[in-house]
C-alpha cells in the first residue's frame, strides 16, 4: 500500500494536518492538496466568513477538508475517504 504524503498547514501559530494526493476526481495530471476538518473549523467562521485574509488564502490552495482521522489511513483508503466526503 501506497503511503499518503503529508503535510502541515501552520495557521495563527498551530499547526494542521493535510495531504497531496493525485487528481483523482478530474483524472487531471496535477496533485490535490487536502486539509483536515479542524483547519477549515478555524479557517472559516459560518456566520462572519473567512476570519481574516490569511485564512482566506490558505482555504483557496484546499481542493477539500475530510475528518482529522483520516491521516492515520494508507493512501488509497484516504482517497476513497476523500470520494465519499465529495459525492
Not at 503529508?6 to 496535477?30: L, M, Q
Not at 478555524?42 to 490558505?58: P, Q, R, S, T
Not at 490552495?61 to 475530510?66: E, L, N, R, T
Amino acid at each position: 500500500m501506497a503511503k499518503l504524503d503529508i503535510v502541515s498547514i501552520s495557521f495563527h501559530g498551530k499547526e494542521y494536518k493535510a495531504a497531496f494526493i493525485p487528481d483523482v476526481f478530474t483524472g487531471g495530471n496535477r496533485r490535490l492538496l487536502i486539509a483536515s476538518h479542524s483547519l477549515n473549523l478555524v479557517l472559516y467562521n459560518d456566520d462572519k466568513g473567512y476570519v481574516d485574509d490569511a485564512a482566506k488564502e490558505i482555504d483557496e490552495q484546499i481542493y477539500a477538508f475530510v475528518d482529522d482521522k483520516n491521516f492515520s489511513l494508507p493512501l488509497e483508503r484516504f482517497i476513497d475517504n476523500a470520494k465519499e466526503c465529495l459525492d
